[in-house]
């Protein structure tokens, strides 16, 4: 059983935050690039975030910059998504990834979760 497991999604009010959580099962996250992406329905999958292995390097997507932080706790196989200032255009279903190159696009990962939705609205 190899697997990422998303968890921390929910139905939140404008101006809420979130903190999302990525587990992995069966495989350790150590010397892997971890990314959180998102998708709406209608809309393209949009990579929101990565952290490098180390945790040294982040990078964020202009439409989420300032508001959402990243982290990872190797130790415990786990990286963290924390959503600030949620809005209603930040609704979607969100994804962590696992692979070898540091980046936002999809090609650069090849282990998804399974998904976890937040929804922001009034």
């Known amino acids: 059983q190899l697997q990422l497991v998303e968890s921390g999604g929910g139905l939140v009010q404008p101006g809420a935050s979130l903190r999302l959580s990525c587990a992995a099962s069966?495989?350790?996250?150590?010397?892997?690039?971890i990314a959180w992406f998102r998708q709406a329905p209608g809309k393209e999958r949009e990579g929101v975030s990565c952290?490098?292995?180390?945790?040294?390097?982040?990078r964020f997507a202009t439409s989420v910059k300032d508001r959402f932080t990243i982290s990872r706790d190797n130790a415990k196989n786990t990286v963290y998504l924390q959503m600030n200032s949620l809005k209603p255009e930040d609704s979607a279903v969100y994804y962590c990834?696992?692979?070898?190159?540091?980046?936002?696009?999809?090609?650069?990962?090849?282990?998804w979760g399974q998904g976890t939705q937040v929804t922001v609205s009034s």
């Open positions: 952290i490098s292995s180390s945790g040294g390097l982040i």
């Open positions: 990834a696992a692979g070898r190159r540091y980046g936002l696009l999809s090609a650069d990962y090849d282990r």
């Open positions: 069966g495989f350790t996250l150590d010397n892997l690039v």
